[in-house]
């Protein structure tokens, strides 16, 4: 990991872009080098240890020394390491689509634990809406979409469906989301 840091440019200074790329291949270097079942992945030691003691230059240079939670597993979503191995599970054969969403979007999926809890929700949303044109706002279309997606699942257990409905779904709500969004912005 210490080699990946540094063809990313650690331990200079670094842009935005920089970190993502060296986050979307971290994820797959985490995971397959880090054979874990899920309950190891659960185990918030492990990421700690990771951050605290095997990797600490890289975990500063990443995020630095302010937030908490990137040092010390109590998000899993959050942490440093964690997140990034959750991230190679969820998207695992599904690469493209994780190298295409931001930091943004992921935290609109991930961090929101009945959505980012099923990997077949999380995938299809992102799938949707990384294929929306370059004019459509994609951050507004993620926020709104995980919104509604809340809703549904009040009401709806998404383990009962098929792909293929998981698949309609996500389109539907976006396509809904698009629509909304395109009321709410004025025309010229």
């Known amino acids: 990991m210490s080699a990946l840091a540094e063809k990313h440019g650690c331990p200079k200074a670094v842009g935005p872009d920089a ?4 986050d979307r291949d971290a ?3 985490i995971r397959s080098h ?7 992945a659960g185990n918030r030691d492990v990421w700690s240890f990771i951050s605290l ?7 500063m240079w990443r995020f630095g020394g302010e937030n908490r939670e990137r040092w010390v597993a109590t998000d899993l979503t959050r942490h440093t390491w964690a997140r990034l191995w959750w991230q190679a599970v969820v998207f695992a054969g599904h690469e493209q689509i994780l190298a295409a969403l931001s930091e943004s979007d992921l935290n609109q999926l991930l961090e929101r634990r009945s959505i980012g809890g099923d990997s077949r929700l999380v995938r299809e949303t992102a799938r949707v ?11 507004r279309v993620i926020r709104d979409v995980t919104l509604r997606l809340l809703r549904y699942l009040a009401f709806l257990d998404i ?3 098929s792909d293929e409905q998981v698949r309609d779904l996500c389109s539907v709500l976006v396509t809904e989301t698009i629509m909304r969004l395109s009321k709410d912005t004025p025309h010229r």
């Open 27 to 29: 994820a797959r270097l």
């Open 129 to 139: 809406v990384t294929e929306l044109s370059g004019d459509v706002p994609r951050r």
């Open 159 to 161: 383990r009962a469906l």
């Open 19 to 22: 970190r993502v790329a060296f």
């Open 53 to 59: 003691v095997a990797l600490p230059h890289v975990t």
């Open 34 to 40: 880090m054979d874990l079942s899920w309950a190891e």
